[in-house]
């Protein structure tokens, strides 16, 4: 038998992975919560799991953009976390915010260039990434959401970074407007519903949903 060696992989690699598992997380729940029609998605595989993937170009435009963006905002470890949040249609109320809370505190700690610590050898291989982020579908895939018992529900995607005030942009970004968004210190909460925490080699994540008060009364211990 002969032994075929597995390609190196560096941490750049780790990253562009965790987008892509990004990307693909904000499909399933846009499926879940039946935020778009069913027939506006079609069943894929991705890192062995199946998935809902939205076939319609604007959609898959507008989250590739999105996940695009947070793309080089992680590069840099300036991600706290990326939130999809349900809204309801006509009072805009919040629903449900789902977030993926990403811990990169070595690229931000570290005394060696950020760029030097992407083209490192990482100890992971990419079957032992695709094996954790496929567990992290599989568990967003059996939430039941209380958003898609409502017609007529939108959403908003928001990334949360360390530096204050709007980021700095790079060429990959000059086409996309930031816009801030409004506290959430006001909003209450009626619990949390953990999901999946994954780490993998120097980024740590956490995905979990923040359920909305109905009657703004309740909130998260």
């Not at 507008?62 to 009072?91: A, I, M, P, R, W």
């Not at 990434?129 to 959403?155: D, M, P, V, W």
Request: charged fraction near 25%; aromatic fraction near 10%; include cysteine.
């Amino acid at each position: 038998m002969n032994f075929i060696p597995q390609s190196k992989v560096i941490r750049r690699d780790i990253l562009d992975l965790i987008c892509e598992f990004l990307e693909t997380w904000l499909h399933q729940i846009l499926y879940q919560c039946e935020l778009y029609p069913r027939a506006v998605f079609k069943l894929h595989k991705k890192f062995e799991a199946p998935v809902h993937i939205a076939v319609h170009p604007c959609v898959r435009e507008y989250l590739s953009q999105f996940v695009q963006s947070c793309h080089s905002q992680l590069e840099k470890g300036n991600v706290k976390l990326v939130s999809l949040t349900v809204l309801e249609d006509d009072s805009k109320t919040i629903l449900e915010k789902f977030v993926f809370e990403i811990h990169s505190a070595a690229l931000r700690q570290s005394s060696l260039p950020i760029s030097s610590i992407l083209e490192s050898e990482s100890i992971y291989s990419i079957a032992d990434l695709e094996q954790h982020l496929r567990a992290c579908l599989i568990k967003i895939n059996t939430y039941e959401s209380l958003a898609k018992k409502k017609n007529g529900n939108t959403f908003s995607l928001s990334i949360e970074t360390f530096d204050q005030g709007y980021p700095d942009l790079d060429n990959r970004e000059e086409d996309i407007e930031w816009l801030p968004v409004e506290s959430e210190q006001e909003q209450n909460w009626k619990h949390l519903v953990p999901l999946k925490t994954v780490s993998v080699d120097l980024f740590r994540f956490n995905t979990y949903v923040k359920v909305a008060s109905k009657k703004g009364k309740e909130r998260c211990p």
